[in-house]
């Protein structure tokens, strides 16, 4: 009977590594489609002569899409159930991302660029959400680590393919860099779609229990909209992701603007070039650190830290960050103190509101990086209107100092509050 249970116990282990490698690399996949996103933005304006801004109402475009259809793609991948569910979303997922660059590449007005934007939003939400769903659901006793690993996916993923896309772009035209890679990793998303299922019911049973405070039982998403706690979870995640969204978006128009674009630095290659990479890397390394520090220490405490760092790093490349290496040191540091969001607000939710909903859940708290995608044009108005981005910067760092104010003194209170009215109903329960 021991020997049965262990077989057993490494075989769920064995599946569920496998399920949180197939997510990863699907995330990987479609991680250009937001991070990649600023090397096309210059080529875009040069050859069509369109304004940077009406170019970015194209990235807002996409984020809008990606993340405010997560609930229904979220509803229909928990409608359809864990076998079939995870499938046909994230099949449907690869097919829209590929034919969302494919038309960018093709794209001679503005509102062909944006058909394109649409389409990869709505393929690339279709993929995260999917995924995301699945580490919460696979790894309750490690969620922030599993979603920290899944989130990883999408924010370092670019980093792979950031020298070989400028490449392309230079030599072929950004038309060639949206086609080729559009079609390649569409192709692999639609792949891997038919691995994918969520655990069945009961199939977690045997998992260890949590370090921090779950909820005991499974939350609606009618029941979950009607508690503080996502709403505060919610004011928080806009503020956040704004203050990132606003630098993500245009770390290469800053690099220009502050002269340090084409200065070489490492190797013949440009402070540009070298930001980009390490920023990727650093926003990729932030999810699945902070979301194991989590693990142990609680979400508010790392929120608080996380956020905290991040003000400082907005204002330091505000202040600083107008040599090379000092553009590349604050701008990494931003993106490693932003992309843990990405970890530590799924994993937050689902301990509140429980597994079983999990996917449409996490997506209706996911709308918030919706939400903040149109504050990103605001950036490059403050910026014009004051002629410099000290500005831009000095209101991000404002707006991750009223985050930290809020997880430790309004949410972690909240939650702690509702624990013990409940009698116990958030325990640390799997």
Avoid at 42 to 60: D, E, L, R, T
Avoid at 290 to 305: K, L
Wanted: glycine residues 10%; charged residues 10%; neutral net charge.
């Amino acid at each position: 009977m021991a020997n049965g249970a262990k077989t057993i116990s490494q075989s769920l282990d064995r599946e569920r590594w496998t399920q949180l490698i197939a997510g990863i690399i699907c995330m990987v996949m479609i991680a250009n489609l937001q991070y990649g996103w600023t090397l096309f933005v210059h080529p875009i304006n040069k050859a069509h002569g369109w304004s940077i801004a009406a170019i970015q109402v194209a990235f807002s475009i996409f984020v809008a899409l990606e993340t405010w259809l997560t609930p229904v793609e979220g509803w229909i991948v928990d409608h359809l159930g864990p076998q079939k569910g995870p499938k046909l979303m994230v099949a449907f997922g690869g097919i829209m991302i590929a034919a969302g660059w494919i038309v960018n590449s093709n794209a001679a007005t503005l509102t062909m660029l944006y058909v394109g934007a649409a389409l990869a939003g709505i393929g690339g939400g279709a993929v995260y959400a999917t995924c995301v769903g699945q580490a919460v659901k696979w790894f309750p006793d490690r969620r922030g680590l599993a979603v920290g690993l899944t989130a990883a996916g999408f924010g370092a993923g670019a980093a792979l393919t950031v020298v070989p896309i400028r490449a392309v772009i230079a030599s072929a035209g950004y038309e060639a860099a949206f086609f080729w890679f559009g079609l390649g990793q569409g192709a692999i998303v639609l792949m891997l779609a038919w691995l994918l299922r969520a655990p069945e019911p009961g199939e977690m049973g045997g998992v260890a229990a949590p370090k921090v405070m779950q909820s005991s039982r499974s939350y609606t998403p009618a029941e979950m909209l009607t508690s503080p706690i996502f709403w505060v979870l919610y004011i928080m995640f806009v503020m956040v992701s704004a203050s990132g969204l606003m630098a993500t978006a245009q770390i290469a128009l800053i690099a220009r603007d502050y002269h340090v674009a084409d200065i070489a630095i490492l190797g013949g290659a440009t402070a540009l070039s070298v930001a980009l990479i390490v920023d990727n890397i650093a926003n990729g390394a932030a999810r699945p650190i902070f979301g194991w520090v989590s693990d142990n220490i609680g979400r508010e405490y790392t929120m608080a830290i996380a956020f905290g760092l991040g003000a400082a790093a907005y204002w330091l490349l505000g202040t600083m960050g107008a040599e090379p290496w000092a553009f590349v040191v604050f701008a990494a540091l931003i993106f490693l103190t932003w992309g843990e969001i990405f970890s530590l607000f799924p994993s937050t939710c689902t301990d509140s509101f429980g597994p079983k909903f999990a996917t449409v859940n996490l997506s209706l708290l996911y709308t918030a990086k919706g939400a903040s995608a149109f504050l990103v044009p605001v950036a490059n108005m403050i910026k014009a209107s004051t002629g410099s981005w000290h500005m831009v910067f000095l209101v991000t760092a404002i707006m991750n100092v009223v985050v930290v104010a809020l997880a430790l003194f309004v949410l972690k209170p909240i939650r702690s509050r509702i624990a013990a009215s409940e009698g116990g109903r958030l325990a640390h329960a799997v």
